[in-house]
């Protein structure tokens, strides 16, 4: 049973356009992560959104974080070549657990000139 | 600073055998954190420590696994004996001491049991 749930798994579409990926829990999150991963890399950070209904850009990426803290989103504004990767989404469940990241299964995208 | 740093990038082996991964975190991080990714089952914390000290490896999918933090520069995963279910791509990461600190990943160790 996957705690974070990611949508859409795979996510093909050209230069230039929009797109969102979404990240669902049943669970609360006193913190949620975005990360980026390439081939043979391991994944790096993007964003960590830790209140109710923040909402954080980065250039061409907006995350927003949900208002009960159960979900997230990473929005994508004209997409680019570079921005091909895989995206994980990393929640902490509690501040007590050490701070141990749980990781969704990931959104892989290509994003073609 | 040369970030999380991992030894072998590639390792394949045959079933039975020994295998040693190691780490080097970040200096000043007291989190360390192994990681295995596969395709089927994504990125899964085996086990991590705090200063030196094995908090949670409620991860480590069984008695063949093992990981020691012998000091705050050096951590190893180690597989005795491997099988081919076993095969996946190992990931140490550290982090700082707060909390809304990310995590700093290596590179991996891609893990091949033939």
């Known amino acids: 049973t996957q705690l974070l749930e990611q949508s859409p798994q795979f996510l093909s579409i050209q230069e230039g356009e929009n797109l969102t990926v979404y990240c669902n829990s049943s669970?609360?999150?006193?913190?949620l992560q975005w990360y980026r991963q390439e081939p043979g890399e391991g994944p790096v950070l993007l964003v960590t959104v830790v209140t109710g209904g923040e909402v954080k850009k980065l250039k061409r990426l907006t995350f927003q974080f949900g208002d009960a803290r159960k979900d997230s989103s990473l929005h994508i504004t004209a997409a680019q070549p570079g921005d091909t990767g895989l995206y994980l989404c990393a929640g902490m469940r509690s501040y007590n657990q050490g701070g141990k990241l749980i990781f969704g299964q990931g959104t892989e995208l290509s994003v073609k000139p | 600073d040369a970030g999380v740093i991992q030894s072998p990038r590639h390792e394949v082996t045959e079933m039975g055998q020994e295998v040693t991964l190691r780490c080097k975190p970040i200096?000043?991080?007291?989190?360390l954190f192994w990681y295995r990714q596969t395709m089927m089952r994504g990125l899964e914390l085996l086990i991590y420590?705090?200063?030196?000290?094995?908090?949670?490896d409620s991860g480590m999918p069984e008695d063949r696994f093992s990981a020691k933090m012998p000091n705050a520069s050096f951590s190893t995963l180690k597989i005795q004996p491997s099988e081919p279910r076993d095969s996946a791509v190992y990931f140490c990461a550290s982090r700082g001491p707060y909390r809304s600190d990310g995590y700093t990943f290596g590179s991996g160790t891609r893990l091949t049991v033939v």
């Open positions: 669970s609360v999150f006193s913190s």
């Open positions: 200096s000043g991080h007291d989190y």
């Open positions: 420590f705090n200063n030196n000290v094995p908090i949670d």
